[in-house]
């Protein structure tokens, strides 16, 4: 594809509603990131893949964040019973090579807004 | 872990001027430093990048200087336009790590 793509852009959910937000990474790219980025903040690591392996999830902020990526290309970030603080940009990107044994550009997707009323 | 700061958080500079952009870090085994340019709204997108086996490295108007014996590294941007105005966020990774620490970004802007 031509980019990292992101579903929703934009997402308002209740206070205790369940969220899902897809990234779709550049075709072929074996790396793949979450960040969430609060306003006015840098990006903050979430959870890394390579492939369909999870094998960084440091990041994630409580058990009520989860990550997948079944098949090793789209993923999913799930939040659950969503709090105001959940409330920022969550930002996925993807590199070729897998990290840690090269230093690789990591595109980013365009990020979801999520809003926690 | 690493630790990334990030000076100034804002800065505003004459069209024509240069920009400089400061960047600390506490891991001495970071050894990738890449920087982004984030518009509004919009994904950040990679400007420039540097490795710790280099000095500076440069792209037309744009350079990054790393001393990792003071572990730190700058964005220089000369001849500021209008569109260079946007926030910029640097980040280290280090050799053997997945995640990116980010800088808190600074907010360019540049007045015609």
């Known amino acids: 594809g031509a980019g990292v793509s992101q579903s929703p852009r934009y997402k308002v959910a209740k206070r205790g509603q369940d969220v899902a937000l897809r990234c779709d990474p550049i075709?072929?790219?074996?790396?793949l990131f979450w960040y969430q980025q609060a306003l006015g903040q840098g990006p903050e690591f979430l959870t890394y893949?390579?492939?369909?392996?999870?094998?960084?999830k440091s990041g994630l902020p409580s058990d009520r964040f989860f990550a997948e990526r079944p098949e090793g290309s789209v993923s999913t970030l799930k939040i659950q019973r969503t709090q105001q603080e959940d409330s920022a940009v969550y930002l996925c990107?993807?590199?070729?090579?897998?990290?840690?044994?090269?230093?690789?550009?990591?595109?980013f997707g365009p990020g979801t807004r999520l809003t926690v009323l | 872990g690493e630790n990334v700061e990030q000076h100034p958080s804002t800065l505003s500079v004459q069209e024509g001027d240069s920009a400089v952009i400061k960047c600390t870090y506490s891991?001495?085994?970071?050894?990738?430093f890449p920087w982004y340019k984030q518009e509004l709204g919009k994904r950040p997108q990679l400007i420039i990048d540097?490795?710790?086996?280099?000095g500076e490295k440069k792209d037309q108007r744009i350079a990054v200087t790393l001393n990792k014996t003071a572990k730190h590294f700058s964005l220089h941007i000369t001849e500021t336009q209008p569109e260079d105005s946007a926030v910029y966020f640097c980040?280290?990774?280090?050799?053997?790590?997945?995640?990116?620490?980010f800088g808190t970004g600074t907010s360019l802007t540049v007045i015609p």
């Open positions: 990107a993807s590199s070729f090579r897998t990290s840690g044994t090269s230093t690789d550009t990591q595109y």
């Open positions: 075709s072929g790219h074996v790396s």
């Open positions: 893949f390579q492939n369909e392996a999870q094998l960084d």
């Open positions: 891991d001495s085994a970071s050894n990738y």
């Open positions: 540097i490795r710790s086996n280099v």
């Open positions: 980040a280290a990774l280090r050799r053997t790590g997945n995640q990116f620490y």
